[in-house]
């Protein structure tokens, strides 16, 4: 390699200035064999075929069941049919899992329970699909807290498949495409589905209408204003779990124990046939864990017993039915080519006063009814 001094060094210079310049590289790796360069080209991923996503999901490619994931929650409308082809394929071999939804306020630490649970039931030899359903950026739309990150015991476990999905800003705490997700799952063979939601309030009860238990996850010290929050969910959970029921706690979250069975007591039961518990349980040290899950066991033995198990399930399946004809329909009224034409000029229209919100969606509604 040739060097040469900067032309800022004096011609007559000799040791004083060790500073040199050699010529940049203009291809090849310099001191590399040029033959032994490998160039790395990237290529495009290859779209798989309905029937490799399905071999791929039944035979348990965690890889391949990520991307068909994926491929339901893309609003793209290609994928929208090849996802829609897919989840039709696999119809047959879906039904089979327990379905768990878990809420809470913020900071409840639903997302360690969930890991404790789950690892339980990795011991017991269970397959555990966890859905974490995360905020959504509002920036990039993906999620903000990534909960595989914070799942990191559970993530290692060869039995558990970890999903963090965006809630795109839907309310319920979960996302459009959770249900389809869920029977993606079940057909991948899993044995239990853990739907954590976002955990923001009051509206976060979607998550009933794709579930089998529902579990309320809650905290001592929280304020009243903060418990009462969860008023609206404590009416439709199957059990509630004070955490951090450990140290110096202990004594608080049995008081808030005794409290929120007060409570119960006096709301209907959000399931026919069986008394809505409330437990206590500490999953940073790993105790009432046990509890949970026998818990969950009996009251799917109970409602399966009685048929209230598979009431529900059929009317969460018609639930979705019509929750997906609203959503269609929404998504082919702004992708109409006459309602789209029409928007910009109502815009004007409402700012200047000329006509009122109600007549301007009535024409709206009208241009998407005649074109």
């Not at 359903?133 to 990039?140: A, F, K, L, N, R």
């Not at 459009?176 to 991948?188: F, G, Q």
């Not at 949970?292 to 639930?319: C, H, P």
Request: charged letters at 25%; one cysteine or more; a positive charge.
């Amino acid at each position: 390699m040739k060097t040469k001094k900067p032309k800022w060094v004096p011609k007559d210079a000799d040791g004083e200035f060790t500073t040199k310049v050699m010529d940049g590289v203009v291809k090849d790796h310099d001191g590399m064999d040029k033959h032994r360069v490998k160039r790395h080209i990237v290529k495009k991923r290859k779209e798989m075929t309905v029937d490799e996503y399905y071999h791929g999901v039944i035979s348990g490619n965690r890889m391949i069941i990520a991307r068909a994931i994926t491929l339901i929650e893309s609003n793209a409308m290609r994928h929208f049919e090849l996802a829609q082809a897919l989840l039709q394929k696999l119809l047959p071999h879906t039904g089979n899992a327990i379905r768990v939804g878990i809420s809470g306020v913020p900071g409840a630490g639903k997302s360690t329970l969930i890991e404790a649970l789950g690892l339980h039931l990795c011991h017991l030899g269970l397959k555990v699909a966890v859905l974490a359903v995360d905020p959504s950026s509002s920036i990039t739309g993906g999620s903000i807290l990534g909960d595989k990150t914070r799942m990191e015991q559970l993530s290692r476990c060869e039995n558990a498949f970890i999903r963090p999905s965006p809630s795109g800003g839907m309310l319920g705490g979960v996302t459009r495409k959770s249900k389809e997700t869920i029977l993606l799952c079940e057909a991948a063979a899993y044995d239990v589905i853990l739907v954590e939601t976002v955990g923001v309030g009051q509206n976060e009860v979607t998550v009933r209408s794709m579930v089998d238990f529902f579990l309320l996850v809650l905290i001592t010290g929280g304020g009243d204003d903060l418990q009462g929050m969860k008023k609206g969910v404590m009416e439709i959970c199957d059990a509630i779990a004070v955490n951090k029921s450990d140290g110096d706690n202990i004594i608080r979250a049995r008081a808030a124990q005794g409290e929120f069975r007060t409570i119960i007591d006096y709301l209907r039961p959000a399931t026919e046939g069986w008394k809505s518990q409330v437990v206590t349980c500490s999953a940073l040290y790993n105790e009432g864990i046990t509890g949970i899950w026998d818990m969950i066991e009996s009251f799917v033995a109970i409602t399966k017993e009685n048929g209230v198990f598979y009431n529900r399930r059929e009317a969460q399946t018609l639930e979705w039915v019509f929750n997906t004809v609203i959503n269609q329909l929404t998504a082919r009224f702004y992708n109409h080519d006459g309602v789209k034409r029409m928007i910009p000029k109502l815009k004007h229209s409402l700012s200047e006063g000329e006509v009122s919100a109600t007549k301007a969606a009535v024409m709206l509604l009208d241009v998407f009814d005649h074109q």
